[in-house]
Each structure stands twice: as structure tokens, then as C-alpha cells.
């Protein structure tokens, strides 16, 4: 018999998927010849522009990723412990009688819908670009000016899918009829460390948006010049249509 709590089961696998494409680098790591030549800066400048992003990479997949699918793993464990007699798993997981609550709220599926759209734009950004979509700041060999896809609407949609899947991991995992709210997990070290990568992450990403979408934008016209130039006329905005 279906519970509450199992209902939830599809939309947490379905959102560690689109969680999945949307933190995974659709292709390897650039040359250093194909990153030199995407700036000019120099000291603070050139470290921010070419290696804080890589290591933004690195952290991303080892710190953010593994605890978002730890999170998930935990969830689905607690869910399993209600149907069944596991009570040392349950002991440890679903320790608190507000487990039973863990079900499909409005919080959960915003969230999960954000992680969805995050993932599918994202997923968009991959095919369009092709292999000129890279983590680092880069002009590839016989490298092009993208305008189709969701380049038509805003010229950094890659950025704005991110903020969405960041935005529902919060949701999914903090909100009510969450493992972490019912069970008591955001009061364990291992609520705490997830809060603390998110938000860490969160913030990163704000200073990417701020700082090296001008930086892509600078690139990209020195590289293309009136091409760029017509293409942001038509296309004004950087994230969000008639917002920013």
C-alpha cells in the first residue's frame, strides 16, 4: 500500500537526476592554450578568471553534489524504515514520531520543480553550445557565437538554470515534510555541513554572475566584435527577460 512518505520517492530520484546534469561539466577540461585566450588579465585578475572557476568545479562536484545525493540517499532510507521492521536503521534515521510526516508539500515541489527547470535548462545549454560549453572561461579552437536555443532569450541562461537547481535543493531538503525539517537532519552535523556547502555554494555563485558574465560579455565582443554587438541588441539581458 502506498503511504505518504513513498509517494515522495519519484519526485526525489527525478530530482537527483536533473540535480546530476545540471552540476556535471558536459565536456572535459579546456587546453591551457584555449583558456589564455579567452583574458588578458593579470595578477588577482587572472587567477579570479581562470582558476577560481576550476576550482569552483572541483568543490562543486565533491562538496555540493555528494551531499545533495547523501541527502537524498538519507531521505529515501528514512522512507524505506516506516514500511518496514529496520529499527536500527530506523533508530538512527527516523528517530523523532514526526517522521511519519514526511510527505509531499508545496515547498517540496516548488522545489523539486526548481531542480527540474534548473536541470532542463542547463541540459538546453549543454546541446546548443556543444563543446564550447566549458566550466572554465575559454575560446576554443575555431571557436563560435552562439545565438540559438535559449541564447535567444537571455545571453547567460546557463547561470539562471543554476540558480534555479540551487534554489530547490534548498527547498526540497529544508522545507516541510522534508527528511531533514520531520526527522531532525538540519540539527545534525550533517544538516549543518549541507546548509554550509549550499550556502557557500550559493554565494560563489552570486560573485560568478556578478563579475564574470561582464567578463564573458568583454571576451566575446573582443572576439566577435559587430556580431556580438547586434546579437546584444536583440538579446539585452544576461539572466532573467526584462529583469537583468
Not at 55 to 78: P, Q
Not at 97 to 113: H, Y
Not at 149 to 165: D, I, K, L
Amino acid at each position: 500500500m502506498l503511504t505518504a512518505p513513498m509517494l515522495k520517492i519519484p519526485f526525489i530520484l527525478s530530482a537527483a537526476l536533473a540535480f546530476h546534469v545540471a552540476s556535471t561539466s558536459p565536456n572535459p577540461t579546456p587546453s591551457p592554450k584555449e583558456m589564455q585566450r579567452a583574458t588578458s588579465e593579470q595578477g588577482w585578475g587572472k587567477v579570479v578568471m581562470r582558476w577560481v572557476p576550476l576550482a569552483y568545479k572541483v568543490g562543486f562536484s565533491a562538496g555540493f553534489s555528494m551531499s545533495f545525493w547523501m541527502a537524498c540517499i538519507y531521505e529515501l532510507v528514512a522512507i524505506a524504515t516506516l514500511q518496514t521492521s529496520w529499527s536500527t536503521v530506523a533508530d538512527l534515521l527516523s528517530p523523532m514520531p514526526t517522521c511519519s510526516n514526511m510527505t509531499i508539500t508545496s515547498g517540496f515541489l516548488t522545489g523539486w520543480f526548481f531542480i527540474l527547470a534548473g536541470g532542463f535548462s542547463r541540459y538546453w545549454c549543454y546541446r546548443t553550445l556543444g563543446r564550447h560549453f566549458t566550466f572554465e572561461l575559454t575560446i576554443r579552437d575555431g571557436h563560435q557565437l552562439v545565438t540559438s536555443g535559449p541564447y535567444t532569450y537571455v545571453r547567460h541562461p546557463s547561470y539562471t538554470g543554476m540558480f534555479f537547481a540551487l534554489a530547490g535543493t534548498f527547498l526540497l531538503h529544508f522545507s516541510a515534510g522534508s527528511w531533514m525539517t520531520e526527522c531532525g537532519g538540519a540539527k545534525t552535523w550533517f544538516g549543518h555541513t549541507c546548509a554550509g556547502i549550499w550556502g557557500v555554494n550559493a554565494a560563489f555563485l552570486s560573485f560568478l554572475v556578478i563579475y564574470r558574465t561582464g567578463k564573458e560579455d568583454e571576451m566575446l565582443r573582443a572576439q566577435f566584435g559587430r556580431k556580438w554587438d547586434e546579437w546584444a541588441e536583440r538579446v539585452s539581458y544576461r539572466l532573467v527577460p526584462y529583469i537583468y
